[in-house]
């Protein structure tokens, strides 16, 4: 089985603060996603990358950045959280462009 | 207006009850749809794709209608385990990346 694991299911931190999320795949998948998704607006892309070193904006990459040094690693990076940027984040993978996205369980991160 | 739209619901039902749920979408070019699962604090999963000619997946029927720009999902014989939020996923021509539906909520009552 396709395992995507998010490495925080909860954090906490405070405005101001430098968070680093971190998603592993194990399947050898292409892509990688983060997607942050909160209620009534649903699953909203915060960036990709569809090869090692390479990425892409989503629709909301205001105040992330991210990171794929290795093929099985994304890292999702917040270089000064506000408490608008608390939510739940996602981070999936797929190996083909019309292929199932396999999602991690979720990191709720509360920025206070 | 928003690149995929959904009834948010909820939608309470008894068992045995068949419902349908409905998505549309604003951009003529999207070329691939799906339907995902969300269970109460879980991450989504696939539950089918949706191809143009429709198709079945046990009890459930998905249906695409390029005309109008809506899918659909059908759910007979609802079951308890089917509580949960149906996610509608859109793929547009030339971009990597899916769009998500905020999501149905559906609520199966025994």
């Known amino acids: 089985d396709v395992k995507v694991t998010q490495s925080s299911r909860y954090l906490v931190k405070r405005t101001g603060e430098k968070v680093f999320l971190e998603c592993v795949q194990d399947?050898?998948?292409?892509?990688m996603f983060w997607y942050r998704q909160d209620p009534g607006l649903g699953l909203r892309l915060i960036y990709f990358s569809y090869d090692v070193k390479m990425k892409e904006k989503g629709d909301i990459p205001e105040g992330y950045s991210v990171s794929r040094e290795k093929k099985e690693r994304f890292s999702l990076i917040l270089e000064s959280a506000s408490t608008n940027q608390t939510s739940m984040y996602l981070c999936a993978s797929r190996q083909l462009a019309a292929g199932e996205l396999f999602f991690g369980e979720g990191s709720r991160l509360t920025v206070l | 207006r928003k690149e995929v739209e959904q009834d948010p619901g909820p939608f309470n039902v008894p068992e045995g009850a068949t419902v349908a749920f409905n998505c549309t979408y604003s951009n003529s070019a999207s070329q691939s749809f799906f339907w995902y699962r969300q269970d109460c604090r879980k991450e989504p999963k696939l539950l089918m794709s949706v191809y143009s000619s429709g198709n079945e997946d046990g009890r459930f029927t998905a249906q695409l209608n390029r005309a109008s720009q809506y899918i659909s999902l059908l759910i007979r014989d609802s079951k308890l385990s089917d509580s949960a939020t149906y996610l509608c996923v859109v793929k547009d021509m030339g971009r990597r990346a899916l769009t998500f539906g905020s999501g149905t909520r559906l609520q199966v009552q025994p």
């Open positions: 399947m050898d998948h292409e892509n």
